[in-house]
């Protein structure tokens, strides 16, 4: 190595630390013999390196071990001190449970409106409410009339019989004969109370019930006590 | 600087006594984290104590800050206990350790610059005392610590944590290279870039 071809940086750190070859060891030496702005550049670095080595460790705070096995539940507090750093990281906790109550509240209050909602839209929200509304194509209406609910249907009787609210024109008629008038009768028995229902002893007259049934408008006409005999 | 460690490697440059420290510390790793994969409690804790105050000290010379420093720590022992269990004794604790600190900081802090707090006053933690040293000689040194601290915060973060593993923490380049997992020269590179820029904020002779 000549005066001309100065060492890196990198050769002059690893020197300091011992960490070249003895060969590099050796040409670093005769340059640094003959080369007085390199010996200044490794005096600069010796310096720096010394001052490093000279700066102390410094003590973890006395509380970190508290907070640390305390987070991970390992003991106990112990020193009052402790035991306090404990009690705020209690009453974090807590108020990290209230706000994590509060949301779930929030979650549950916001579900159960658009549930409710949901239910009313299909049960004729507007007639829930006390002004009724006739179905988009009811055949006849007459308002003021009663209501009656068959669990979660809603019915409303007009002067042709009781329509399920929301439930248009028939599409079909399900006759005396028709099997799936015996199961509907099965699936909502509360329909023969509906036919009795307001009938002021005119229970031998046939009630036409419209309702929705298996997803189209279907038609029955029906009497409890013709039915009973069935 | 953590001489009382008992669990931790032999200096780096000591040599002669490692072939026989070395077995006896890899045994007492591997007993400790059974003990801790069986559950037995005080096996974290002596975790804690053998290890609280490395871990304390890289992170406060990475972020600068004993209240942040306070905080990684925390952390880096919640991320320490979460997978003690999977170590599989392919490094030494202690290099196992540094890694998890040097990863977890580098995920917190980024390349942001470091504040200027300095890490050196005593703001109520203590220092570790050397004994030996007259009050004077302690003045003259915690101002020459303080004053290489705030420089240290100058340096680029990847050069500062080679630096700060190798100078400070007084790691061989080989144990460096095992906690960035990098090659032994990416490391040589690091430390020596790393002196350079503190050589230049501290105008410590020796101009290009």
Not at chain 1, 86 to 114: D, E, N, P, Q
Not at chain 2, 122 to 137: F, H, I, K, N, S
Not at chain 2, 154 to 159: A, G, K, N, T
Request: some cysteine; glycine content about 8%; hydrophobic content about 40%.
């Amino acid at each position: 190595m000549t005066v001309s071809s100065h060492p890196a940086t990198e050769e002059l750190s690893a020197y300091i630390d011992e960490e070249l070859e003895r060969r590099a060891v050796e040409d670093l030496d005769a340059h640094l013999a003959s080369c007085l702005e390199c010996r200044h550049r490794l005096e600069g670095l010796r310096r720096v390196v010394a001052g490093l080595q000279r700066i102390e460790s410094v003590a973890p705070p006395p509380a970190l071990e508290e907070m640390v096995l305390g987070q991970l539940a390992l003991r106990p507090p112990r020193t009052l001190a402790e035991r306090l750093a404990a009690r705020r990281r209690g009453s974090r906790r807590v108020r990290s449970y209230v706000g994590t109550i509060f949301a779930v509240v929030l979650a549950l209050v916001i579900i159960s409106l658009l549930f409710t909602q949901a239910v009313q839209r299909r049960q004729g929200a507007a007639v829930e409410a006390g002004e009724v509304v006739p179905p988009a194509d009811s055949v006849e209406w007459r308002a003021g009339v009663d209501r009656q609910r068959i669990g979660e249907r809603l019915f409303a009787r007009t002067a042709g019989g009781w329509i399920e609210v929301g439930v248009g024109e028939p599409q079909r008629v399900l006759g005396a004969n028709d099997p799936e008038r015996a199961e509907l009768l099965r699936t909502l028995p509360g329909l023969e109370a509906l036919a009795g229902a307001g009938a002021e002893g005119e229970s031998q007259t046939p009630t036409r019930i419209v309702l929705e049934w298996r997803g189209e408008s279907v038609a029955l006409e029906l009497s409890p006590l013709a039915e009973s005999r069935r | 600087m953590q001489g009382e460690l008992s669990l931790t490697t032999a200096p780096p440059r000591g040599g002669s006594d490692a072939p026989v420290e070395a077995p006896t510390r890899a045994q007492r790793e591997r007993d400790l984290v059974a003990r801790f994969r069986r559950g037995d409690q005080e096996a974290f804790e002596e975790f804690y104590r053998e290890f609280s105050g490395l871990v304390y000290n890289l992170a406060l010379r990475q972020c600068g800050s004993r209240e942040q420093a306070r905080d990684l720590t925390q952390e880096v022992f919640l991320r320490i206990f979460k997978s003690l269990s999977r170590f599989r004794g392919q490094s030494s604790l202690k290099t196992w350790t540094y890694r998890v600190c040097i990863n977890h900081c580098r995920s917190r802090l980024g390349r942001k610059r470091l504040p200027t707090e300095s890490l050196t006053t005593d703001d109520g933690e203590r220092e570790l005392l050397d004994v030996r040293r007259t009050p004077e000689e302690r003045a003259v040194q915690e101002d020459e610590g303080r004053v290489l601290s705030d420089a240290l915060t100058e340096v680029e973060p990847l050069f500062r944590e080679a630096v700060v593993l190798r100078d400070l923490e007084g790691l061989a380049y080989q144990e460096i290279a095992d906690v960035l997992e990098v090659p032994i020269g990416t490391v040589r590179s690091r430390i020596a870039r790393g002196r350079e820029q503190l050589r230049r904020v501290l105008g410590a002779g020796g101009a290009e």
